[in-house]
Structure formats: C-alpha cells, structure tokens
C-alpha cells in the first residue's frame, strides 16, 4: 500500500506561480514512477506530467515550458512547480503513484482567475 497526501493548491492570478507537494509514505520501494494528473471542471481526468524512477520526466503538451515535476528521494516527495498558470490550468490536481497499481492523493484545488 501507498499513501499519498498533497499540499500547495489555491488561488492564483493568471501569469503567477504555485507549487504542489506529494508526500508518499508506506510501500515506497515498489514505486515505479510519480505524477500528478487533473481534472478540469466537467471534464474527464489527463495526465499532467510524470517522472519515473530513474528521473525521466513527460510532460502534456499544454504545460511543456511551463511546468516543471521533480522529486526528493530523501523526502520521499514530488513536485510540481506550475509557472505562468493559465485560466485553463484550472482544476482538482492528483498525485499518483503507479506500483502494480495505481494510487491517488486526495486531490487539491487549483484555481487560476483572469
């Protein structure tokens, strides 16, 4: 099992900066990579950006340049450092942890006004 807990969401002006946080604590050994996905209003859940677990990174097309995932081993933490937000950046953002399985934070807010 993998428990997932994200922090950083809020309220921010378009062309401004936020930062999310996903702490992963339990079967950590058995991740094979992190990402963080959302789900815009009304719409289905998309892939945002993922890092594995040699440190390769993949981004969506609408955040290249902008968005930045990394990870701290140490702290057993991703990040997802989100610059020059969009009003369209607006969503529920979830952490995710593939094993042989999938597992998801909670999900937090992000809300980006014009």
């Known amino acids: 099992q993998v428990q997932l807990v994200e922090s950083g969401g809020g309220l921010v002006q378009a062309g401004g900066s936020l930062r999310l946080s996903c702490a992963a604590s339990?079967?950590?050994?058995?991740?094979?990579?992190m990402g963080w996905y959302r789900q815009p209003p009304g719409k289905q859940r998309e892939l945002v950006a993922i890092?594995?677990?040699?440190?390769?990174?993949n981004y969506a097309e609408s955040v290249k340049g902008r968005f930045t995932i990394s990870r701290d081993n140490a702290k057993n933490t991703v990040y997802l450092q989100m610059n020059s937000l969009k009003p369209e950046d607006t969503a529920v953002y979830y952490c995710n942890a593939k094993t042989n399985q999938n597992y998801w934070g909670q999900g937090t807010q992000v809300t980006v006004s014009s």
């Open positions: 890092i594995s677990s040699g440190g390769s990174t």
């Open positions: 339990g079967s950590i050994f058995s991740i094979n990579a």
